[in-house]
Protein backbone atom coordinates (compact mmCIF):
# COMPACT_ATOMS: atom_id res chain seq x y z
CA UNK A 1 0.00 0.00 0.00
CA UNK A 2 0.83 3.40 -0.78
CA UNK A 3 0.91 6.10 1.42
CA UNK A 4 1.00 9.65 1.02
CA UNK A 5 1.51 12.28 3.13
CA UNK A 6 1.54 15.63 2.63
CA UNK A 7 4.55 17.48 5.19
CA UNK A 8 2.75 20.58 5.28
CA UNK A 9 -0.25 19.21 6.57
CA UNK A 10 -0.72 18.59 10.66
CA UNK A 11 -1.09 14.81 12.00
CA UNK A 12 -4.83 13.77 13.57
CA UNK A 13 -4.52 11.80 16.77
CA UNK A 14 -7.40 9.42 16.23
CA UNK A 15 -6.81 8.00 20.16
CA UNK A 16 -7.47 4.07 20.80
CA UNK A 17 -8.51 2.35 18.32
CA UNK A 18 -12.43 1.82 17.83
CA UNK A 19 -14.44 0.83 15.01
CA UNK A 20 -16.66 3.32 13.48
CA UNK A 21 -20.39 1.49 14.92
CA UNK A 22 -19.13 1.40 18.35
CA UNK A 23 -18.27 5.28 18.83
CA UNK A 24 -19.07 6.56 22.47
CA UNK A 25 -21.87 8.85 21.51
CA UNK A 26 -22.41 11.88 24.60
CA UNK A 27 -25.59 11.06 27.05
CA UNK A 28 -25.73 7.27 26.47
CA UNK A 29 -25.44 5.04 28.94
CA UNK A 30 -22.71 2.35 28.57
CA UNK A 31 -22.77 -1.00 27.23
CA UNK A 32 -22.49 -2.57 31.02
CA UNK A 33 -25.13 -0.22 32.50
CA UNK A 34 -27.72 -1.63 30.02
CA UNK A 35 -26.72 -5.22 30.81
CA UNK A 36 -27.46 -4.73 34.28
CA UNK A 37 -30.56 -3.09 33.71
CA UNK A 38 -31.90 -6.28 31.64
CA UNK A 39 -30.41 -8.34 33.94
CA UNK A 40 -32.64 -7.01 36.79
CA UNK A 41 -35.64 -6.55 34.92
CA UNK A 42 -35.37 -10.50 34.06
CA UNK A 43 -34.40 -11.15 37.07
CA UNK A 44 -37.27 -9.30 39.03
CA UNK A 45 -40.15 -11.08 36.16
CA UNK A 46 -38.34 -14.87 37.17
CA UNK A 47 -39.39 -13.38 40.85
CA UNK A 48 -42.77 -12.86 40.22
CA UNK A 49 -43.59 -15.60 38.10
CA UNK A 50 -41.94 -18.12 40.44
CA UNK A 51 -44.21 -16.40 43.50
CA UNK A 52 -46.96 -16.89 41.23
CA UNK A 53 -46.46 -20.59 40.23
CA UNK A 54 -45.94 -21.13 44.37
CA UNK A 55 -49.66 -19.79 45.06
CA UNK A 56 -51.08 -21.48 41.91
CA UNK A 57 -49.53 -24.87 43.02
CA UNK A 58 -51.09 -24.17 46.47
CA UNK A 59 -54.53 -23.14 44.80
CA UNK A 60 -54.32 -26.37 43.35
CA UNK A 61 -53.87 -28.56 46.33
CA UNK A 62 -56.44 -26.88 47.88
CA UNK A 63 -58.89 -27.30 45.10
CA UNK A 64 -58.08 -31.24 45.12
CA UNK A 65 -58.81 -31.11 48.99
CA UNK A 66 -61.66 -29.76 48.70
CA UNK A 67 -63.10 -31.96 45.55
CA UNK A 68 -62.07 -35.18 48.20
CA UNK A 69 -64.24 -33.85 50.69
CA UNK A 70 -66.75 -33.05 48.63
CA UNK A 71 -66.65 -36.49 47.07
CA UNK A 72 -67.05 -37.58 51.04
CA UNK A 73 -70.26 -35.55 51.70
CA UNK A 74 -71.75 -37.11 48.81
CA UNK A 75 -71.12 -40.25 50.51
CA UNK A 76 -72.04 -38.77 54.07
CA UNK A 77 -75.27 -37.39 52.60
CA UNK A 78 -76.23 -41.20 51.34
CA UNK A 79 -75.53 -42.90 54.48
CA UNK A 80 -77.40 -40.17 56.62
CA UNK A 81 -80.69 -40.63 53.59
CA UNK A 82 -80.35 -44.05 54.18
CA UNK A 83 -80.51 -43.84 58.00
CA UNK A 84 -83.51 -41.62 57.97
CA UNK A 85 -85.28 -43.69 55.05
CA UNK A 86 -84.52 -46.33 58.40
CA UNK A 87 -85.62 -44.58 60.85
CA UNK A 88 -88.53 -43.16 59.08
CA UNK A 89 -89.49 -46.63 58.02
CA UNK A 90 -89.74 -47.56 62.06
CA UNK A 91 -92.06 -44.74 62.91
CA UNK A 92 -94.10 -45.21 60.46
CA UNK A 93 -94.52 -48.69 61.22
CA UNK A 94 -94.87 -48.10 64.42
CA UNK A 95 -97.51 -45.38 63.36
CA UNK A 96 -99.62 -48.25 61.89
CA UNK A 97 -99.46 -50.55 63.97
CA UNK A 98 -101.06 -48.07 66.70
CA UNK A 99 -103.30 -47.20 64.30
CA UNK A 100 -104.77 -50.44 63.70
CA UNK A 101 -104.45 -51.27 67.58
CA UNK A 102 -107.20 -47.82 68.12
CA UNK A 103 -109.00 -49.21 65.26
CA UNK A 104 -109.46 -52.38 66.89
CA UNK A 105 -109.95 -50.66 70.20
CA UNK A 106 -112.82 -48.41 68.38
CA UNK A 107 -114.53 -51.43 66.84
CA UNK A 108 -114.49 -52.93 70.36
CA UNK A 109 -115.96 -49.86 71.78
CA UNK A 110 -118.80 -49.61 69.25
CA UNK A 111 -119.46 -53.75 69.46
CA UNK A 112 -119.77 -53.05 73.36
CA UNK A 113 -122.10 -50.05 72.78
CA UNK A 114 -124.54 -51.97 70.36
CA UNK A 115 -124.51 -54.56 72.78
CA UNK A 116 -125.35 -52.47 75.28
CA UNK A 117 -128.15 -50.70 73.18
CA UNK A 118 -129.21 -54.28 72.38
CA UNK A 119 -129.88 -55.35 75.99
CA UNK A 120 -130.06 -51.89 77.81
CA UNK A 121 -133.75 -52.21 79.34
CA UNK A 122 -136.24 -49.40 78.71
CA UNK A 123 -136.30 -46.61 81.25
CA UNK A 124 -139.87 -47.78 83.43
CA UNK A 125 -139.72 -48.27 87.24
CA UNK A 126 -140.55 -51.81 86.77
CA UNK A 127 -137.32 -52.65 85.15
CA UNK A 128 -135.46 -50.62 87.57
CA UNK A 129 -136.63 -52.24 90.43
CA UNK A 130 -135.21 -55.62 89.08
CA UNK A 131 -131.94 -54.61 88.90
CA UNK A 132 -129.83 -56.34 91.41
CA UNK A 133 -128.29 -54.09 94.01
CA UNK A 134 -124.47 -54.78 94.35
CA UNK A 135 -124.08 -56.84 97.46
CA UNK A 136 -121.21 -55.29 100.69
CA UNK A 137 -118.65 -57.14 100.97
CA UNK A 138 -117.82 -57.48 105.10
CA UNK A 139 -114.07 -58.88 106.10
CA UNK A 140 -113.03 -59.55 109.73
CA UNK A 141 -109.83 -58.43 110.63
CA UNK A 142 -108.57 -62.32 110.25
CA UNK A 143 -109.53 -61.95 106.77
CA UNK A 144 -107.69 -58.96 106.17
CA UNK A 145 -104.73 -60.18 107.87
CA UNK A 146 -104.58 -63.28 105.60
CA UNK A 147 -104.93 -61.36 102.37
CA UNK A 148 -102.21 -59.21 103.54
CA UNK A 149 -99.87 -62.15 103.90
CA UNK A 150 -101.11 -63.39 100.76
CA UNK A 151 -100.00 -60.36 99.05
CA UNK A 152 -96.96 -60.07 100.14
CA UNK A 153 -95.60 -63.68 98.34
CA UNK A 154 -94.03 -63.31 95.78
CA UNK A 155 -96.06 -65.12 93.23
CA UNK A 156 -98.75 -62.43 93.75
CA UNK A 157 -98.62 -59.09 91.22
CA UNK A 158 -99.18 -56.28 93.31
CA UNK A 159 -101.97 -53.67 91.58
CA UNK A 160 -100.60 -50.05 91.16
CA UNK A 161 -102.64 -47.90 93.46
CA UNK A 162 -105.35 -45.54 91.04
CA UNK A 163 -103.62 -42.08 90.38
CA UNK A 164 -105.77 -39.41 92.55
CA UNK A 165 -108.02 -36.91 89.86
CA UNK A 166 -106.95 -33.57 89.94
CA UNK A 167 -110.36 -30.89 90.84
CA UNK A 168 -110.10 -28.42 87.89
CA UNK A 169 -109.24 -25.03 89.70
CA UNK A 170 -111.91 -22.57 89.17
CA UNK A 171 -111.39 -19.89 86.13
CA UNK A 172 -109.97 -16.80 87.08
CA UNK A 173 -112.79 -13.87 87.48
CA UNK A 174 -112.43 -12.16 84.10
CA UNK A 175 -111.42 -8.53 84.15
CA UNK A 176 -113.72 -5.42 85.02
CA UNK A 177 -112.03 -3.71 81.86
CA UNK A 178 -113.22 -6.12 79.53
CA UNK A 179 -116.72 -7.35 78.75
CA UNK A 180 -117.76 -10.99 78.30
CA UNK A 181 -119.70 -12.04 74.83
CA UNK A 182 -121.09 -15.04 74.08
CA UNK A 183 -121.55 -15.96 70.55
CA UNK A 184 -124.83 -18.14 69.10
CA UNK A 185 -121.99 -20.85 68.26
CA UNK A 186 -121.01 -21.29 72.04
CA UNK A 187 -118.17 -19.17 71.71
CA UNK A 188 -117.14 -16.59 74.23
CA UNK A 189 -114.71 -13.52 73.43
CA UNK A 190 -114.06 -10.43 75.46
CA UNK A 191 -114.04 -6.93 74.66
CA UNK A 192 -112.16 -4.22 75.98
CA UNK A 193 -114.23 -1.40 77.28
CA UNK A 194 -112.98 2.20 76.90
Given at each position: ??????P???????G?A???G?????????N??M??VV??G?L?I??V??T?A?Y??????????VE??LE??GS??Q?I???L?T?NN????R??R?DS??QG?F??????I?R???N???D???D???????S???T?M??A?T????AT????????P?P???V???P??PNS????????DG???Y?K??
Open positions: MTMISDDMPAIDVPTHAEQAVAGKPSARIGAAALTANIAVLYRGINDLRFGRQLFERAARDVGFQNFELQLSNDVKDSALEQLPLSDDMSSVVEPVVTTAESDLEAEPGVVDVPQKRRAAAPASYQRIVRPKVHKIN
